[in-house]
């Protein structure tokens, strides 16, 4: 990891914020869905024992996610959408350090978005429920860190 590199494509975002309007409908749709899905995630999964409706909450959420790892992706100039690969591509930045901050990104809100659900979830079956169970912590940490940073992950790392 080169934090140098790091460190101009952290300013480079930072900047385009200012002049990309694409970010906020991004971020907000992100984040609604993402919400969604997290408040539904926050349920004990002893009350979805029978049904598979947390699977539901699972697509919402990385939903959410991509809607949110998109500005780091495409940028819109001139009024038509660029690859960021065509736009950064006169910085100092190797690709390889672009998918690691993309994946540097990723693990920042799936790390965030697992505790809280995790917390949630051994609070909620305790107080509501009375019952604990170890799916209560491995529910959210494979439903919320495991398999998007498997599936978005490898997206970050082998999409330009």
């Known amino acids: 990891m080169n934090f140098k590199q790091q460190d101009i494509l952290e300013r480079f975002?930072?900047?385009?914020t200012t002049w990309f309007p694409d970010h906020f409908g991004l971020d907000m749709a992100g984040y609604l869905v993402l919400g969604i899905a997290a408040l539904g995630l926050m349920f004990?999964?002893?009350?979805?024992?029978?049904?598979?409706?947390?699977?539901?909450?699972?697509?919402?959420?990385?939903?959410?996610l991509y809607l949110l790892m998109q500005r780091y992706y495409v940028i819109r100039q001139d009024g038509k959408q660029t690859a960021l690969a065509e736009v950064i591509r006169f910085l100092p930045v190797e690709r390889k350090e672009l998918a690691y901050y993309r994946l540097k990104k990723l693990l920042k809100i799936c790390l965030w978005l697992t505790g809280?659900?995790?917390l949630c979830q051994v609070f909620f079956a305790a107080v509501a429920m009375h019952t604990f169970s170890p799916v209560n912590i491995l529910a959210p940490l494979t439903l919320c860190f495991i398999a998007p940073m498997l599936l978005l992950g490898l997206a970050?790392?082998?999409r330009k």
């Open 13 to 16: 975002f930072k900047e385009e």
């Open 44 to 64: 004990p999964f002893q009350v979805w024992e029978q049904e598979k409706t947390y699977l539901f909450f699972f697509y919402f959420e990385l939903i959410g």
């Open 116 to 118: 809280i659900t995790m």
């Open 156 to 158: 970050c790392l082998y």
